[in-house]
């Protein structure tokens, strides 16, 4: 099995971990080496006996090619494990790579990135995968509020500050003051439900049936959601519905924005509805200051120049949206007493 790519650093007990356990990627972040692991969240395994293949890129790889005998999955939807012996596996697996083999083994102190819309039944099902991969103490805390510190935030102060993280499989959109989030959406549409959209626009405009990594690499290349003047054309791959043979179509980028449409207006509509139960001294603090945007459906071209648009604020896309999350979780590490009222256990 491949083993993930990770910052040997100094090699010192690890005892101290940051997970962005991800609906897409996997981040871990251990204090004092920093952002030392970053996987795609999927896992190949035998059907039958359920052993593990691949984890990570080697199984995102496989994912739409595998035999009968062999599946690809992803353990997480819409944020929270979806199946909780194969996360648990994986991240057992992560966190194996990174602890200290040395005579100290120590239990590593866990802290884990959880949507904010989350269950107490969800929160449970992570506590437990985290314990179970070897964590001695796991504590959470909610992903915009990691992404908000992530993003240098001043989260601690009376000021208002609002952030918006697109994952793969949640928005969530936060107003943060005094360490605590005053007003809080969280929707499960992400990155994911972008790629869905577009499988089943070529489906039904072209008998075309694609996967979802080649939904993805479309999304990536020339998905936007609004006009931003760099229209293009890309070959989509797949088989016809039709004649069952494999063919190649030309699609437009406005005919991916327009089928993208629905989801990035889950998204706009969900920004509106956060805005309109935040206070009034908050919300003209966010007027000030406007929104900041992380996670990794926020690098989908002009989607900051919509909801600019649509709010009249001023938005702003951090430096390395896919990061943030996991960032500002390294800050809670390195900062405990600072950030002690964020966490929950």
Request: proline residues 6%; aromatic residues 2%.
């Amino acid at each position: 099995m491949r083993i993930p790519k990770f910052n040997l650093g100094v090699l010192l007990p690890a005892n101290e971990i940051a997970v962005d356990l991800g609906t897409s990627n996997t981040l871990i972040y251990v204090r004092g080496e920093g952002i030392v692991l970053d996987e795609p969240s999927v896992v190949a395994m035998e059907k039958q006996s359920g052993k593990i293949l691949g984890i990570g890129l080697e199984a995102k790889r496989m994912l739409g090619r595998t035999p009968d005998s062999i599946v690809a999955v992803r353990p997480l939807k819409d944020g929270v494990i979806a199946d909780f012996d194969v996360t648990e596996k994986m991240l057992r697996y992560f966190l194996s790579t990174i602890i200290s083999k040395h005579v100290f083994r120590i239990k590593p102190r866990v802290i884990v990135c959880v949507p904010s819309g989350i269950t107490e039944v969800e929160k449970r099902a992570v506590r437990d995968s985290a314990h179970s991969a070897g964590a001695k103490e796991v504590y959470m805390v909610a992903e915009p509020m990691a992404a908000a510190i992530g993003v240098g935030l001043p989260v601690e102060t009376p000021t208002g500050n609002m952030v918006i993280d697109i994952g793969g499989g949640t928005t969530e959109i936060a107003v943060i003051a005094l360490g605590g989030i005053v007003s809080d959406t969280s929707i499960r549409t992400g990155g994911d439900e972008l790629d869905q959209a577009i499988v089943q626009f070529m489906r039904k405009n072209y008998n075309l049936l694609i996967g979802e990594p080649t939904a993805e690499a479309i999304k990536i290349q020339i998905g936007s959601a609004v006009n931003v003047g760099d229209e293009s054309e890309l070959p989509a791959k797949g088989r016809d519905l039709v004649s069952g043979i494999p063919k190649v179509v030309m699609v437009h980028s406005s005919e991916i924005r327009e089928a993208i449409q629905e989801p990035i207006q889950q998204i706009v509509d969900a920004v509106r509805r956060s805005l309109e139960i935040t206070p009034p001294e908050l919300a003209s603090d966010i007027v000030d200051r406007g929104i900041i945007m992380a996670g990794g459906g926020s690098l989908v071209a002009g989607l900051d120049v919509l909801l600019a648009q649509e709010t009249s604020l001023p938005i702003r896309v951090d430096e390395d949206p896919l990061t943030c999350v996991v960032r500002g979780t390294g800050r809670i590490l390195d900062d405990p007493q600072k950030y002690r009222s964020v966490l929950t256990t």
